[in-house]
């Protein structure tokens, strides 16, 4: 699934936040928590244990911090039945502001394979309501 929408904070500020995954409380209607683990500074390498229920099924994946770039960040949540590589592009759009486009690969594991067609629109909705909260959560941060 991939969204692609405008915020009005400029692309540092959105990378700065976006890539502390544990303000996916925040924007990710689907989480429940999301902690990180270890200490010191946030970079390639750092993980988060996050707790999602959808569909009213409770998963925890842990997500890694894959890649951070001027425009980039990748985080790749990992359990032994999916695999979640999230995709966030930031670039500059309009007098400050930013376009993200947020693209979501789930690949399903083992017996969750038989799932997964069913489960592809649970996921465009959850992909719907992810780009209008995280919209408004944006929209509310100090510095633009």
């Known amino acids: ?29 689907g989480t429940e928590s999301c902690t990180r683990e270890g200490a010191g500074p946030i970079g390639v390498g750092t993980t988060w244990h996050n707790v999602s229920k ?37 670039v500059a759009s309009g007098a400050g502001g930013s376009e993200i486009t947020y693209t979501a690969d789930l690949e399903m594991h ?8 069913a489960m592809k629109l649970v996921f465009e909705k959850v992909a719907t309501d992810t780009e209008k909260q995280m919209t408004e959560v944006l929209n509310r941060l100090p510095g633009h």
């Open 54 to 90: 959808i569909a009213g099924v409770t998963t925890e994946l842990t997500y890694t911090l894959k890649e951070v770039s001027h425009d980039r960040v990748v985080l790749v949540g990992e359990n032994d039945s999916a695999t979640s590589t999230d995709t966030i592009v930031v």
């Open 1 to 29: 699934m991939s969204r692609t929408f405008t915020v009005t904070p400029s692309p540092s500020t959105v990378l700065d936040y976006l890539q502390d995954f544990s303000h996916a409380e925040e924007w990710d209607p």
């Open 110 to 117: 083992g017996l969750a394979v038989l799932a997964a067609p």
